[in-house]
């Protein structure tokens, strides 16, 4: 049975005996209304570690002014249960009050250059600020030894990477596997939001993504692979933020694409935002 705190000196009471009993101890931070994509980072992580953490935490400063903070699903129990049967030992809930003790506004805040100005943090300023503030003082609080996030969020898992090392944190930050449904579509809390007939629809992301690759593979100018996804993917009804292939630390190519890439869509479909990428060599 997972045990699970609200109280910081507890978790780290926790925390801090297993690593005086010699114990390796894994950290998946959430945002909870956990799905089996979230589920897979606690097993992933229960494979490199001893012990695992798990946080829920909807962090008000990472979303923007008109964006769904209000309206994020809470669901506490049945993460709880989730987090449990996929071997979770810890679950740590922070009260907004002990994430942010002078109040969210007033809080010292951690920026990630570079790599945050342009896609995501392009179309929504301060989110990554937010994210890094946030994860910065969970590494803080929980002190594993090991912290899992997904790919499917291919620039935060890049923001965290350079927040750790820059920072000096001592934490191997390893990255789990998209998960998927039948169709393709990627594993979010926000799919969701969903209609009935936009739910079909949404695959089309993952689709126009494999396009995407098969073009740049095929030699086609990466321009002319942007420019038919976002085609494609207006004609399916979405309002599309971005369809980008980029190097793996998000920088432009400057000619045509070589070696690895990544190519990256961010796009809406009535209310619901949804993000995908997919990596691949050219």
């Known amino acids: 049975m997972i045990d699970v705190t609200s109280d910081l000196q507890a978790l780290r009471s926790r925390v801090s005996e297993w690593k005086h009993n010699g114990l390796r101890v894994g950290f998946v931070p959430t945002m909870g209304n956990l799905h089996a994509g979230h589920f897979s980072l606690v097993r992933l992580a229960r494979r490199h570690a001893d012990r695992v953490v798990a ?78 503030t946030v994860v910065a003082r969970l590494f803080n609080q929980v002190q594993p030894d090991v912290a899992v996030f997904g790919r499917k969020d291919y620039q935060q898992l890049a923001v965290i990477r350079y927040l750790a090392r820059d920072l000096a944190f001592p934490i191997e930050i390893l990255a789990g596997e998209t998960l998927r449904e039948p169709d393709g579509l990627a594993m979010s809390s926000r799919n969701q939001y969903l209609s009935p007939e936009q739910r079909p629809v949404a695959a089309e992301i993952h689709a126009c993504l494999q396009a995407m690759k098969a073009a740049v593979q095929a030699g086609e100018p990466l321009s002319d692979a942007e420019a038919a996804a976002r085609e494609r993917l207006a004609a399916a009804g979405f309002e599309v933020d971005y369809a980008a292939v980029r190097q793996p630390g998000l920088e432009e190519f400057g000619g045509a694409a070589r070696g690895a890439c990544v190519a990256l869509i961010a796009a809406r479909i009535g209310s619901t935002r949804l993000i995908d990428n997919l990596e691949f060599d050219a």
Not at 84 to 105: I, N, R
């Open 55 to 132: 946080s829920v935490f909807v962090n008000p400063t990472q979303f923007g002014p008109n964006e769904d903070f209000a309206r994020y699903p809470r669901t506490p129990e049945a993460d709880a249960d989730g987090l449990s049967q996929a071997g979770c030992d810890l679950l740590w809930l922070p009260t907004v009050d002990a994430m942010y003790p002078f109040g969210a506004q007033q809080a010292v805040q951690v920026r990630v250059p570079g790599v945050t100005e342009v896609l995501e943090g392009a179309h929504r300023p301060g989110h990554f600020d937010g994210v890094a």
